[in-house]
């Protein structure tokens, strides 16, 4: 069965800091799907990205990127220059494309303090 | 606007009183889905629902009941809801492995 595994329970960051979540997964399925959620403290689930098993390639959008490793089953999100805005829950996911059942991680809380 | 509504926002109820969390999504997706969240879990899977009248148990279906009787419509329902119920509940809808579109939350809490 799959998982996801978030060890950083929280992080506190200075603004303008760098700051890496850690998510690690397991699966058994060669044909799966990570994502990254955010959770403001309004407390609705903002969707960030999507990527698939077979895509291996690093993204980044604007602030943010992902680092995706399939040799050590990481997915990892890095908020550079981090600001007051960022500090949420956020929620790491996989879901095996086989059944659609998605497993989110515990979360890691992120503050960022100015 | 594509949106998934969930109602009621917020509920405080008593032990033993059924209650339906209604889920209604716009968006002509197959796959809904319920979810419960709480500290230190994340989000927690109840049941979810491939297509009409097709319902299947997520990690934690204990004391819940589902129905897809529409596409559009997936309620929750508590039969008799007891105190360790009380807790944030999400609906989520989507095409087959896309990213979930999620409601803006539920928060119960029985007394």
């Known amino acids: 069965a799959q998982k996801v595994t978030q060890a950083q329970t929280e992080i506190s960051v200075v603004e303008k800091e760098d700051v890496t979540l850690d998510c690690v997964y397991e699966?058994?399925?060669?044909?799966?799907?990570l994502f990254w959620y955010k959770q403001p403290p309004s407390g609705e689930l903002v969707f960030l990205i999507r990527?698939?098993?077979?895509?291996?390639q690093n993204e980044i959008s604007g602030r943010y990127s992902w680092n995706f490793q399939k040799s050590t089953s990481s997915f990892n999100f890095t908020i550079t220059a981090s600001q007051v805005v960022d500090s949420a829950v956020y929620f790491c996911a996989l879901s095996e494309a086989i059944d659609n059942d998605m497993r989110f991680g515990a979360g890691t809380r992120l503050t960022v303090k100015p | 606007e594509a949106q998934v509504t969930q109602n009621p926002r917020y509920l405080i109820t008593v032990t033993g009183k059924k209650l339906t969390v209604t889920c209604s999504q716009n968006?002509?997706?197959?796959?809904m889905s319920w979810y419960r969240q709480d500290p230190g879990l994340g989000l927690r899977q109840i049941y979810y629902?491939?297509?009409?009248?097709?319902?299947d148990k997520g990690d934690v279906p204990e004391g819940y009941k589902v129905s897809r009787k529409e596409k559009r419509n997936f309620p929750l329902i508590l039969e008799s809801p007891s105190p360790n119920q009380t807790s944030l509940y999400f609906c989520?809808?989507?095409?087959?492995?896309?990213?979930?579109?999620f409601g803006d939350g539920t928060r119960l809490s029985i007394l």
């Open positions: 990527r698939n098993s077979f895509d291996e």
């Open positions: 968006m002509n997706h197959e796959y």
């Open positions: 989520a809808s989507s095409l087959s492995s896309q990213p979930q579109h």
């Open positions: 629902s491939m297509n009409v009248e097709v319902t």
């Open positions: 699966t058994r399925d060669t044909t799966y799907y």
